[in-house]
């Protein structure tokens, strides 16, 4: 595999950078304590392309592919995790299943209006009782006629207060386990879909965590996504993209932290030096830097 970054992405890893660390760190703060993105950090996303990191250039986006968009996840990794969750989660989960698994009726319908933001992405797998065990979907999906009705209750969904476009995984055959799984394209206004309560977090400001309730959800066979049956399967395939989205977006969080330590640890006097100059201190540092690097 080629690890090599082109000009292309290094040029956009530093614009990334220089947006990073000017504005969305000014904010910082105050997403913090607001409990929001501000609107400005958004359109000034949607300016850069961020939105579209994932969408292939034809729908509108910047087509990047994965070793690039972890780049580029790195720099983004570097301020406000709820920041940073918001673009990562559209851009990894929310969007990748229509990318990889979407035919071109579906790919035209959504990804042009993600891929500029307009609209948001979200994927909704698990519920009270599918945790680990992310098979034991409860909620159903029954074909009638030309639709689906869906019904049930997906929980901790990022994203579910800004998105209008949802993955959902919902099961069709309910006896068949892991292969009676079934992957939805559901639209925020769909007859009989809401948002429920949003999750009281002990962190993560800024990034919504939610329910989602189907009640007689209506969804069209047109947006069955993928295979019927290998609804499970689509799952895993788009956590194993935006699980490595996740690590380089932690990555550049680790990086920053050691900043941020490595600068106090030399500002900070006690006993007449700057506790950078106490061995212990020093190889705390050594080793959050190693393990960055690994
Ligand atoms: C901030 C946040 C955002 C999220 N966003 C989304 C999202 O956008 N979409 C979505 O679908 N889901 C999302 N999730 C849900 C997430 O995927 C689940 O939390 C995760 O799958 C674990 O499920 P659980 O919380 O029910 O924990 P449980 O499955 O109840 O696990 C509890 C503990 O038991 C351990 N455990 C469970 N089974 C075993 C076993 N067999 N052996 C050993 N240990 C075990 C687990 O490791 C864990 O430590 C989000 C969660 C969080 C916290």
């Not at 476009?165 to 639209?187: C, R, Y």
């Amino acid at each position: 595999m080629n690890f090599e970054l082109d000009e292309d992405i290094l040029f956009l890893k530093k614009n990334v950078r220089d947006f990073v660390q000017t504005e969305v760190e000014a904010v910082a703060m105050q997403i913090e304590e607001e409990n929001h993105i501000p609107e400005r950090i958004i359109n000034l996303s949607k300016d850069l392309g961020l939105f579209g990191l994932s969408i292939p250039e034809e729908y509108g986006g910047l087509g990047i592919g994965m070793v690039g968009k972890c780049a580029l996840y790195e720099e983004i990794g570097q301020t406000h995790n709820g920041y940073t969750t918001l673009i990562g989660a559209h851009t990894g989960i929310g969007t990748v299943g229509i990318v990889e698994l979407g035919n071109e009726l579906q790919k035209k319908k959504y990804l042009p209006a993600m891929a500029s933001g307009e609209r948001i992405g979200a994927f909704a797998l698990t519920e009270p009782e599918a945790g680990s065990n992310a098979a034991n979907l409860k909620t159903t999906a029954v074909r009638k006629g030309d639709k689906y009705i869906l019904n049930g209750l997906k929980h901790y969904i990022t994203n579910a207060t800004e998105a209008s476009v949802f993955t959902v995984m919902a099961a069709t055959d309910p006896g068949k386990g892991a292969k009676g799984i079934t992957s939805f394209i559901i639209e925020k206004d769909f007859p009989g879909f809401k948002v429920g309560a949003i999750e009281k977090k002990m962190g993560l400001r800024g990034s919504q965590s939610a329910e989602l309730i189907f009640e007689d959800c209506e969804v069209p066979i047109e947006n069955v996504l993928g295979i019927e049956g290998q609804g499970y399967v689509n799952a895993l395939k788009i956590l194993t993209n935006g699980r490595a989205g996740l690590a380089s977006r932690n990555l550049g969080s680790c990086q920053k932290l050691l900043d941020i330590s490595t600068r106090y640890a030399k500002e900070r006097i006690q006993f007449g030096k700057p506790i950078i100059t106490n061995q212990a201190v020093s190889h705390m540092l050594a080793e959050m830097a190693v393990e960055i690097e690994a």
